[in-house]
Structure formats: C-alpha cells, structure tokens
C-alpha cells in the first residue's frame, strides 16, 4: 500500500513509519561527521515525538469517538496552560512570565476558534477542533516565545538608554515602546515569511495532507489559507497581549528598571 493511499483509507503502517528513520539516520550521520555533536539530541527528539505523538493520538481518539465538545475545551486548555508553561522557560528572562503567556495564548485560541466557528469554517466537532486549536495554540506560543525573548535581549542591551530615558521624565512604558515594536516585529517575521513563500517555495503540511486525502487543488488551496491567515492573526494577538503585558515587568511602580532574573 502507499502512503497516499494509506492516508485515504486511514491507515499507514509501522513499517512505513520506521522506514523514515532512514533520514533521521542520514541526519545524525550528518551531525557524527561534521562533529555538530547532536546526535543524542536528534535520538532524544525522535524518542520523544514518538512516545508523545503516540500517547496525544489515544488520547484524540477517545475524544473523537466521545464527540464530546467538553472533552475538546479540556484539552485545548491544557494545549493552553502547556503552551505557557513552555514558552516561559524558553523566555525565563523576562520577570514573571507565565501569566502575561496564560492570557496571551488563552485569548488567541478563543478569538481564532470563535471566529472560524462564526464563519461556519469548520463544524464545531472534535475532529476539526482538535487539530485546528492545537496548530493555533503551538503557533502562537513559538510567536510569544520569540517576541518576549527578543523583548529581554532589547531590554539587556539598551538597559543604559531606557535608564536615561527615565531620567528625563519619560514613563516606562515610554522607554520601552520602541522595544516592544521591534519585539513583535521578531516574534511575527517568521510567519510572514513562511505565508510569502507558500505556494512558491514550499507547499504546507496541510495543503499536502488535503491532497493526498483526495480533496481538490482548489479546496485544498482555500483550506490551507483560510489556516494560515488565522494562524498569522493568532500570533499577532498573542505576540501583541504577551510583550505588552510582560512590558511593565521590567520596571518597578516607581518607573525604575529592575535586575533581570539570571538565565
């Protein structure tokens, strides 16, 4: 059986997926012979896609047989709390993190979903939820995550401007204003980029997967950028609510700069 008919019928194989470990193999042969010294990390990280992918598989299963839209608002809210959890060690320089996160991943997933809901987009199901939520939640975590790590760095290396800055009057929201904008602009390139580029240099994971499933070019094509427009709203709006929230953190209520915590 192919793959393409495999993913029509709705089965692939073990075998089929085992025979990819050929790249992974080609990519730590790689890594051994240009001594990038991350061969453990490539075997950690299939191990660990592996273990996981197949634990969230059961776990969307039982929600795909329960049809439970309850059961679809549970897991979203931890894809959320994760979501935060995560980019928050990722931005550990930033003071107190995780609630400006919680709010900023929280309000993306409920804008998007509610809208492409209002639109009729996709029927309010847990086999078009699920999916849907957890591309818009990972999206806008790696946004907000990029956005506040960009924002600290800003903070570091102009912490003698922004003190003078303050001297002159200025609040600190003041001084930090221009930060925050290069900040989001950081957070939002990457996405920019890769949505320029579609079509042209590559073709995305669900355009793909829309093909091989047996929808037409033309379906596929409005699916996937009904997805990436949504996805690039989601990351504004948690890179936009993330750096503003986080902004004030760097400063006392006195309007003075505080110490970074250690990395």
Do not use: C
Request: hydrophobic share 55%.
């Amino acid at each position: 059986m192919t793959l393409a008919a495999g993913i029509g019928s709705g089965h692939v194989s073990l075998g089929q997926v085992a025979g990819t470990l050929v790249l992974v193999a080609i990519a730590a042969a790689v890594s051994f012979w240009r001594r990038a010294e991350i061969e453990q990390d490539i075997g950690v990280a299939v191990l660990r896609s592996f273990v996981q992918l197949t634990a969230v598989g059961y776990v969307i299963k039982g929600i795909f047989d329960s049809d439970s839209l309850w059961l679809v608002v549970a897991l979203l809210a931890f894809m959320v709390v994760f979501g935060a959890w995560t980019a928050r060690r990722r931005a550990k320089t930033v003071p107190h993190v995780f609630v400006p996160l919680l709010i900023a991943l929280g309000t993306a997933a409920a804008v998007t979903l509610g809208l492409v809901l209002i639109l009729h987009v996709f029927d309010p199901k847990p086999r078009f939820m699920v999916p849907v939520g957890g591309m818009v939640i990972g999206n806008a975590m790696t946004a907000a995550a990029v956005a506040l790590n960009r924002l600290a760095d800003e903070v570091h290396d102009q912490a003698g401007l922004i003190e003078a800055t303050l001297a002159l009057g200025a609040t600190a929201r003041q001084a930090s204003s221009r930060l925050v904008a290069r900040s989001l602009r950081s957070g939002l390139i990457p996405l920019i980029d890769q949505t320029k580029t579609t079509g042209v240099v590559f073709f995305p994971g669900t355009m793909v997967g829309a093909l091989l499933g047996g929808a037409t070019p033309l379906n596929a094509v409005r699916l996937q950028l009904i997805l990436l427009w949504i996805l690039m709203g989601a990351a504004a709006l948690s890179s936009m609510i993330a750096t503003t929230l986080a902004q004030g953190r760097f400063f006392t209520a006195a309007h003075q700069l505080v110490d970074p915590p250690p990395p």
